[in-house]
């Protein structure tokens, strides 16, 4: 009987929290101060407000735990896939931005993360076609991170 190979699994990409709240002081210091007191800490964060709500987008570098402290906080949120991408420089920062323009793939939004223990910077792209965008990348030689790679 010939031997069975299992496929290797997939490493976890990124998650992205994003919170609704109502748009009021506070806030946001509440929920950082959630996170952090609890051991997970924000590695990626960007707010979108309107006059009476907020959208908060960020990356923890321990999901589990983030998602448990939202749920037991009562913070209304949703989860998605991130695309986390090393940058080192501007001339990086262009090529990719080459990249998606020649394969024709549409960024939704993208945002920085705080600064990298290893000094690189990242992105973190919500793109119209995630696994697209990530054999785009890896075809122009830019390295994805995964979950296990951000977090500590």
Known sequence: MPAKTTPARQPEAVTQFSVFTPNRLGRLHDLVGTLAAN????LALTVLDTTDSAVIRFV???PERARGLLIQHGFPF???QLLAVEVNSATELSRLMT???????NINYLYSFIPHPQGKSILGLSMEDNEMAEQVLQRHQFRVLRQTDISR
């Open 99 to 105: 990249a998606f323009l020649e394969a024709e793939l």
């Open 60 to 62: 923890v570098d321990d």
């Open 39 to 42: 051991g997970a800490h924000v």
């Open 78 to 80: 949703t989860e998605s």
